[in-house]
């Protein structure tokens, strides 16, 4: 069946402007999470999605950052005045459930480049 | 302009040697530790968990094991083939911290054929 996909692929913007990424996860899962890789490093957590309860956005690294999941499917992450430093791969990923441990599936990310 | 990136610790192995990979954990109240392969471009795949109560699980091909005491976690590859070059991850779930998973830095290996 069809895995996460992630949309666009590569995003170039210039620092000070708006992106929004999207998420498509795998179709019945629960749960959604926004991950954010830096070169060379390890994942991030950012924020994570579970049926209609308020997301937890503990991971958010500042009020730049936001996301929303419609209809408990599509997720869109939505960096505002971006900076330099929000240069990264962004991961997302679903999972069955989101109560306790479940394996969660990744898309391929996207990488986003602020000039 | 000159770019600097951290550097991934590096693990080279022959095609058909086997590979340990290891990866130190700090929150001792993790419940599950999970191993994920990454190829370049790709997003993580999963390849291997165990829960804390066990200290050796095996898979096809994989081997992993947990030392609680000294929290330390390996992945053993066995007979490594150059399809297993990537980037692997070790990462913890604990139950307290809600449903995200921590990632460690993450080991490259290469296999040379």
């Known amino acids: 069946g069809a895995g996460v996909s992630q949309s666009p692929s590569n995003k170039v913007t210039e620092k000070g402007k708006d992106v929004e990424l999207r998420c498509d996860p795998i179709?019945?899962?629960?749960?959604l999470y926004w991950y954010r890789q830096s070169l060379g490093q390890g994942l991030e957590f950012l924020i994570y999605?579970?049926?209609?309860?308020?997301?937890?956005k503990s991971g958010l690294p500042s009020d730049r950052f936001s996301a929303e999941r419609t209809g408990g499917s599509v997720s869109t992450l939505t960096i505002q005045r971006t900076q330099q430093e929000d240069s990264a791969v962004y991961l997302c990923a679903s999972s069955p459930l989101g109560e306790g441990y479940n394996e969660q599936f990744f898309g391929p990310g996207t990488r986003l480049t602020v000039l | 302009g000159e770019s600097v990136g951290l550097h991934l610790p590096t693990l080279s192995v022959q095609e058909g040697d086997n590979s340990i990979i290891n990866c130190a954990y700090s929150n001792s109240a993790s419940d599950y530790f999970i191993w994920y392969k990454q190829e370049s471009g790709k997003g993580p795949q999963f390849i291997i968990d165990?829960?804390?109560?066990?200290d050796k699980r095996q898979g096809q091909r994989v081997t992993v094991l947990l030392n609680k005491t000294v929290k330390h976690l390996s992945l053993q590859i066995a007979a490594t083939q150059p399809g297993d070059s990537a980037v692997y991850f070790c990462a913890e779930f604990s139950e307290t911290s809600g449903s995200r998973l921590t990632f460690g830095e993450g080991t490259q290996l290469t296999v040379n054929p």
């Open positions: 999605f579970q049926g209609n309860s308020a997301p937890d």
């Open positions: 179709s019945g899962h629960t749960a």
């Open positions: 165990i829960r804390s109560n066990m």
